[in-house]
């Protein structure tokens, strides 16, 4: 069993930059993918972006050029570097990690950390 715990999250203002960072604890298969997906009260959660564990990644149209996201395999650790933010990435941003063993997919989130960006 994994466990997902992010942190990072917090109140800056427009234009700022936060990191946030995603924990796994347990022992993740060598396969698998890191994602990011964040959610405001009232919509759907929103795909962010993705790592894989080759490194590969991925974001959505309304990041890219502006958030970064790496991994460090040995030490289960990931992060989403967000930069020039807007008050439109005010959300609850969650990690969440897909891996597949033999055939089995297995899914896990994290709970989830705040961010805010305001004046």
């Known amino acids: 069993q994994v466990q997902l715990v992010e942190s990072g999250g917090g109140l800056v203002q427009p234009g700022g930059s936060l990191r946030l960072s995603c924990a796994a604890s347990?022992?993740?298969?060598?396969?698998?993918?890191m994602n990011w997906y964040r959610q405001v009260p009232g919509k759907l959660r929103e795909f962010v972006a993705f790592?894989?564990?080759?490194?590969?990644?991925h974001f959505a149209d309304s990041v890219r050029g502006r958030f970064t996201i790496s991994r460090d395999n040995a030490k289960n650790l990931g992060w989403l570097q967000m930069n020039s933010l807007k008050p439109d990435d005010t959300a609850v941003y969650f990690c969440?990690?897909?891996?597949?063993?033999?055939?089995?997919?297995?899914?896990?989130w994290g709970q989830g950390t705040q961010v805010t960006v305001s004046s």
């Open positions: 969440n990690v897909v891996e597949t063993h033999q055939g089995s997919k297995y899914e896990y």
């Open positions: 347990g022992t993740m298969f060598s396969d698998n993918v």
């Open positions: 790592i894989t564990s080759g490194g590969k990644t």
